[in-house]
Each structure stands twice: as structure tokens, then as C-alpha cells.
């Protein structure tokens, strides 16, 4: 059986390291926002080049506590792709704010430039970017829109960690980016965890006060904060994997190449382009009859997954407060499949996975 993931695989590589830190931090006994959060704060921002960082406890948090660094007036709209993970819209929702939905550019599955604008109106304070399955948006028109209408960006990088547009990595063009390192991710942790990336040194030090209670001294309090903490342990292994992402962004590439050369035109692959530097957390491809397929792959002993089955507006969380249709959106969600191209992966399970795919 060819998993779509093994997260056993994916970091036994990394297992000697990782127990190294597991002790020190053991026998250090500070286990919250210690050293090795400070280091890899500082490592991480380095690695994106961003200033400064700052950890908390998963990616949904770095999304809400970006937005509520802003303040801003409840019932401001902040667009967002109408295509995104319910994450990036539920951040919005918990901070008091409205999302406006934006359909993608269904070649690239990111938030369509030429559509956003007329999408803003007085109550427009933010643009939220998502940089799905690891393509970077185009993020010059974006920037500039922000520019016209005196908007803040806030990047969405859960799934984005190394790649670049026109030569910047995610997360440095918008006043935040924010990072997820669920065990899955590029950069995945062994457990949950998130960052903040900004160049602004009061915001990241207003985040840190967020994080941790609205404090920047203990038991005194300057902002209605939250619990929202990096642990020690998790910062430790992911200074162990950030060593090795550029080596585990290649790989995923170079699957990712072997897909673009063998599958044949019946598929709908990701667009290529010099101007984005993917990172393919996911490897989606696109085919009309995408539920038979599964069956068929899962037939010959290949497992994928659907990044994501339910398009937001039509979750039943949303439903009713998403209004509007999305036909792109829909057409994504109900044609998407993605592919094994795990760090674990080899190139002759890939091509074994190509011979199926081309067979069906």
C-alpha cells in the first residue's frame, strides 16, 4: 500500500535529533517559552527573511491573533478566498469581523487579483491571502490594491513554508504572515504549533503579550489576551526539521516534477510558472471524474485525500452566514484530488502511482 502519508516515515530521519532536544529540554525543566522558542523565533524569521517572530500554539491562533492585534471595529470585512480552509474564515468570525468572499483564479486555486477590488467597500479593513497547497498568490497586484485603499495583508502560509514569489518567501509581504506547523506540514511539528512573522518589532512584541495572556510582565496585563503558547518541546523539534526543510521542499519538488512530466492530458495538474516557486505541500490534480478515480487508485492499493471535500459556504457551520454562490469554488472542491508527495515518499512509488493514474 502507498499511503498518501506516513508521519512515522516522514520523521525517522530525524529521530536521533530529536531526542537529543527531548532530553535537554527535560532535563532543563522550563517547558513554556524558554530558549528554545527564543532560537527558533529567531531562526524561523532568519529562514524567511522577516525580523522577528513570534510562537504560538497552532496556525488557527496565529490567524485570529494577527487580526486582533488590528482592532479593528467589530463588523469590519476582511476578504478572503472563497476556496480556503474553513481555518482562515473561522479566524475572522472570532474576532467580530466579517470574511468577503473572493473566488480563486482556477488556474492557480489562489485568490483571483482582478476580482478583489470590486469586493471592497467602506468597511473593508484587511486582505487575507492564502497560499493554497503551497503555490504563492500574486502577491504584487495584491499589495498594491492594499496600497490604494489603505488595507492591511495578512498572509495565510499554513501550507507555504520556502516558497517564494518573484524571488520573496510567503510571509514577508503582508504586515503578518502566519504559519501553521501541524505534524503534516513542510514543517511539521509532533504536535500542534504555529508562528507570527513580521518585520514590525512593536507588533511581533504586542503578539507575545497576546499570546500569553495580553502580558509582556507576569501578572500584569495590558491587552484582553489569550492562551496561545509555542511550547519548548515542539519549538525544539522544529529547529531540528527547519535544518532540513530547503531538503525536504526539493524532494517534494522533484516528485512533484515526475507528476507534471507522467501524467497524461486527461489530468489537470498544477500550473508551473517561473514566477512561483512552489512548495507542494499538496500535489493536487484535478479530473471531472476525480470520486471514481480515488476508487480506482485505492483499488491498486494507492491512498490520496481531498483538500477539501465541502467548499466553505457550504459547511454547515457557515451556510447560513456565507451568502452568495461560488461556482468556482464549487468546481474546485468537487474535482480536486491529491496525490502522494511526502518527504517519505520514493520516485518509484510516484511512478508506480503515474502508471495507475495513466491507466485508469
Same mark, same amino acid.
Given at each position: ?26 532535563? $532543563? ?6 530558549? $528554545?522558542?527564543?532560537?527558533?523565533? !529567531? ?31 467589530? &463588523? ?30 482556477? +488556474? ?58 518573484? &524571488?520573496?518567501?510567503? #510571509? ?11 505534524? !503534516?506540514?513542510?514543517? &511539521?511539528?509532533?504536535?500542534?504549533? #504555529? ?6 518589532? +512593536?507588533?511581533? !512584541? $504586542? ?56 501524467? $497524461? ?12 516557486? +512552489? ?11 476525480? +470520486? ?11 491512498? !490520496? ?18 451568502? #452568495? ?36
Amino acid at each position: 500500500m502507498i499511503e498518501y502519508e506516513n508521519l512515522f516515515l516522514l520523521n525517522e530521519p530525524f529521530m536521533e535529533s530529536y531526542l537529543e532536544s527531548f532530553s535537554d529540554t527535560l532535563n $532543563k525543566g522550563w517547558f513554556i517559552l524558554g530558549n $528554545k522558542v527564543s532560537a527558533f523565533e !529567531t531562526e524561523f524569521a532568519a529562514y524567511c527573511g522577516s525580523k522577528y517572530g513570534a510562537g504560538v500554539a497552532s496556525g488557527l491562533d496565529a490567524l485570529v491573533l494577527a487580526l486582533k492585534y488590528f482592532e479593528f471595529p467589530e &463588523g469590519s470585512e476582511v476578504i478572503v478566498p472563497s476556496n480556503t480552509y474553513i481555518a482562515t474564515i473561522l479566524a475572522i468570525y472570532n474576532n467580530g469581523l466579517v470574511p468577503v468572499m473572493v473566488e480563486p483564479d482556477i +488556474d492557480t486555486y489562489n485568490i483571483d487579483p482582478a476580482k478583489i477590488e470590486e469586493k471592497i467597500t467602506p468597511q473593508t479593513r484587511a486582505i487575507m491571502v492564502v497560499h493554497l497547497y503551497g503555490k504563492p498568490c500574486n502577491m504584487h497586484p495584491i499589495m498594491n490594491l492594499a496600497l490604494k485603499y489603505n488595507l492591511k495583508v495578512v498572509e495565510d502560509c499554513a501550507q507555504s513554508h520556502g516558497a517564494t514569489y518573484k &524571488g520573496k518567501k510567503t #510571509g514577508t509581504f503582508g504586515e503578518f504572515g502566519a504559519f501553521s506547523f501541524y505534524p !503534516t506540514k513542510n514543517l &511539521g511539528a509532533l504536535g500542534d504549533g #504555529g508562528a507570527l512573522l513580521s518585520n514590525n518589532f +512593536d507588533a511581533i !512584541t $504586542k503578539i507575545k503579550a497576546l499570546r500569553n495572556y495580553g502580558c509582556q510582565e507576569k501578572y500584569y496585563n495590558d491587552y484582553i489576551g489569550m492562551n496561545s503558547r509555542l511550547d519548548e518541546m515542539q519549538a525544539g523539534f522544529l529547529s531540528v526539521k527547519l535544518m532540513h526543510l530547503d531538503a525536504i521542499n526539493a524532494h517534494k519538488k522533484k516528485l512533484a516534477k515526475l507528476y507534471q512530466d507522467g501524467l $497524461k492530458e486527461d489530468f489537470i495538474l498544477p500550473q508551473v510558472h517561473p514566477d512561483y516557486k +512552489d512548495v507542494y505541500h499538496i500535489y493536487a490534480i484535478r479530473h471531472p471524474k476525480r +470520486d471514481k478515480l480515488r476508487a480506482h487508485l485505492l483499488e491498486n492499493n494507492i491512498r !490520496t485525500e481531498i483538500h477539501y471535500p465541502v467548499p466553505p459556504h457550504r459547511q454547515n457551520a457557515l451556510k447560513n452566514r456565507l451568502k #452568495g454562490a461560488f461556482p468556482i469554488s464549487d468546481l474546485i472542491h468537487q474535482t480536486t484530488l491529491s496525490l502522494p508527495v511526502s518527504y517519505c515518499h520514493t520516485e518509484a512509488q510516484v511512478e508506480q502511482v503515474i502508471a495507475k493514474m495513466n491507466a485508469f
